[in-house]
Nanobody, 113 residues
Framework: QVQLVESGGGLVQAGGSLRLSCAASGRFSRINFMGWYRQAPGKQRELVASITRDGLTDYADSVKGRFTIARDNAITVSLQMNSLKPEDTAVYFC????????WGQGTQVTVSS
């Protein structure tokens, strides 16, 4: 079983920055994939950014050039979010494949205009 603990959400003005962090704990062999997803009210959950065990990254078009995903160590992934926009407001979830899929509980990000 793997537990994911997310931190770093909050309220920020448009143009500001936030850094999300997700730490995995528990029993797992290795983490092959770590990603951040978000879900805004009334919308489907969508991929924001992901990083593989080999360091390959992928970003949603809407966040390219503004967000950066990084694996801080073998069990922690961060998402640096700059130039935030009101449309970035959502609950952000960490997702890990280790190799089974695990989700974090979510952290609220609110960007005011």
């Amino acid at each position: 079983q793997v537990q994911l603990v997310e931190s770093g959400g909050g309220l920020v003005q448009a143009g500001g920055s936030l850094r999300l962090s997700c730490a995995a704990s528990g029993r797992f062999s290795r983490i092959n994939f770590m990603g951040w997803y978000r879900q805004a009210p009334g919308k489907q959950r969508e991929l924001v950014a992901s990083i593989t065990r080999d360091g390959l990254t992928d970003y949603a078009d809407s966040v390219k050039g503004r967000f950066t995903i990084a694996r801080d160590n073998a069990i922690t992934v961060s998402l640096q979010m700059n130039s935030l926009k009101p449309e970035d407001t959502a609950v952000y979830f960490c997702r890990v494949a280790a190799p089974s899929i695990y989700w974090g509980q979510g952290t609220q990000v609110t960007v005011s205009s």
